[in-house]
C-alpha cells in the first residue's frame, strides 16, 4: 500500500510514517498543501492521510483536484477536535473517514485496515495471479503452496503492479513508487527493466507469467480477469 502523509507538523507526519513502514506501508511525506497537490498529480496512491489545517491550503480542495484527476485513492481527513463542519464536507466530498487529533496511531491503522477491506477488499486477500497466489498480508507469492524466493523490491514491484491490475505503469510511476524519488535519465528506466527481468525469470521457473506484460515505449501491466 502506497500513502500520502499530508501533515504540516512535521514531527507528527515523520512518527506516522515510521509507524506505517513498520507495518508494511509504502510511505510519502507533504508536509504543505501545494507539495500534496504536486504528488498527488504525478503519483498512485492507495492512501491519502490528509490533515485539514495546512497553512497553504484548504485541504479539502486537495480531494477535489485529486478526484477531478480521477484519482480513486482513499482519504483519510484528519481534523482539529470539534471541526464538525469540516468533517461533514469531507465525508460530502467522497473522503473515507475521518480521525479527531489527538488519535492513537493504533487507531491510525485499524481505520486504514478497515476502509482498505471496504474500499480494495484485498489487504488481508490472496490473490491469483496466473498458477501463483500473491499473499498480500505475509507479502510472499506462492506456486503451488511453495514460496517463490524473490527480492524484497521485486515483490514491491510485483505487488504494486497487481494492485493496479489492468492498469497500465509507467516506467517513472514504477520507480517512484518503489525508490521513492523521480527517474531522471535512461540508466535509471533501465533499472525498472531488470527488475522486471528477474521477477520474470524467477516465476518462469515456475510457470508462465503472460499476465505479466510489457506495453512498448510506456512501461508494464498485470492482465487479470
Ligand atoms: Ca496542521
Keep these: 500500500m502506497n500513502v500520502l502523509i499530508v501533515e504540516d507538523e512535521r514531527s507528527l507526519a515523520n512518527e506516522i510514517a515510521s509507524f506505517l513502514k513498520a507495518e508494511g506501508f509504502l510511505c510519502e511525506l507533504a508536509f504543505t498543501g501545494l507539495e ?20 497553504d491550503y484548504n485541504g479539502l480542495d486537495l480531494i477535489t483536484e485529486a478526484r477531478n484527476q480521477g484519482s480513486d485513492a482513499a482519504f ?13 464536507k469531507g465525508l460530502d466530498l467522497g473522503a473515507d ?20 477491506r471496504r474500499k480494495f477488499n484485498i489487504l ?24 517463490v524466493i ?30 521513492g524519488n523521480i527517474l531522471d535519465d535512461q540508466y535509471d528506466s533501465n533499472f525498472i527493466d531488470v527488475h522486471i527481468k528477474n521477477v520474470r525469470k ?6 508462465p507469467t503472460p499476465w505479466l506484460e510489457t506495453v512498448r515505449g510506456i512501461g508494464y501491466r498485470v492482465s487479470l480477469e
Design 150 to 179: 524473490i527480492t524484497r523490491k521485486e515483490y514491491d514491484l510485483l505487488q504494486y503492479l497487481i494492485i493496479n491490475r489492468n492498469k497500465v505503469l509507467t516506467r517513472n510511476q514504477l520507480y517512484e513508487h518503489i525508490w
Design 36 to 55: 500534496a497537490s504536486e504528488k498527488i498529480a504525478i503519483n498512485l496512491y492507495d492512501f491519502v492521510l490528509l490533515d485539514l489545517g495546512l497553512p
Design 124 to 147: 488481508n486477500q490472496n490473490l491469483n495471479v496466473g498458477d501463483f497466489v500473491v499473499e498480500l498480508q505475509s507479502r510472499k507469492i506462492t506456486w503451488k503452496g511453495k514460496e
Design 202 to 207: 524467477k516465476l518462469n521457473e515456475h510457470s
Design 76 to 88: 483519510i481527513i484528519i481534523t482539529a477536535r470539534g471541526a464538525v463542519d469540516d468533517k461533514v
Design 97 to 116: 473517514d475521518y480521525l479527531a487529533k489527538p488519535f492513537a496511531l493504533v487507531e491510525l491503522f485499524s481505520r486504514i485496515q478497515a476502509v482498505a
